[in-house]
């Protein structure tokens, strides 16, 4: 399994009359929950009554307050949809992981030839950069002395062989 989708488990819980998850007490309604932590569905409400039983209004017949398996079905349809957006979230996932590795190979390469003796308009002459400067700029706040690596050219090469 995908390490996106690993990390999503669903499950109805309880809320209670005091407004707490878990607790002991009167039963008021049921939310689904995932335990990505950051996602949870909307209240459904209890009702006494079966004449009140409204699905399409998120209030269902129950009264014992323990969940039969269709409402429990019912309520974990909003974590399904969850579940298919992180599904559909998996090339993103995948395209960013790409850029930022490919970001850091660009970075590790830059910081390689400037120490190799190449100026910032080489580099910007490689990147597409305006200038010189221009390409300084894009580097500068990976490549300043607090990452490890002093931002200037062949100054840096001096810097790197003692000079």
């Known amino acids: 399994m995908n390490s996106l989708l690993e990390t999503h488990r669903g499950w109805v819980a309880d809320i209670f009359a005091d407004g707490l998850q878990g607790r002991s007490g ?8 995932c335990s990505c932590g950051s996602w949870r569905g909307r209240t459904w409400l209890r009702t006494d009554r079966s004449a009140d039983h409204a699905p399409s ?50 970075v590790e390469a830059v910081r390689f030839v400037l120490a190799a003796g190449a ?9 597409g950069a305006s200038s010189g400067e221009a390409a300084e700029q894009r580097f500068s706040a990976v490549m300043s002395p607090e990452h490890g690596v002093a931002a200037g050219g062949t100054d840096c090469l001096r810097r790197v062989v003692g000079e």
Request: net charge negative; hydrophobic share 50%; charged share 25%.
């Open 57 to 106: 209004a998120r209030v269902l017949y129950c009264p014992t307050g323990r969940l039969d398996v269709e409402p429990t079905r019912l309520i974990l349809g909003e974590w399904d949809y969850h579940q298919l957006e992180m599904q559909a979230l998996i090339p993103v996932r995948l395209a960013f992981q790409d850029s930022a590795s490919a970001e850091q190979r660009l």
């Open 119 to 127: 100026s910032w308009d080489a580099v910007a002459r490689v990147i």
């Open 26 to 33: 009167e039963v008021i309604g049921w939310r689904a929950l």
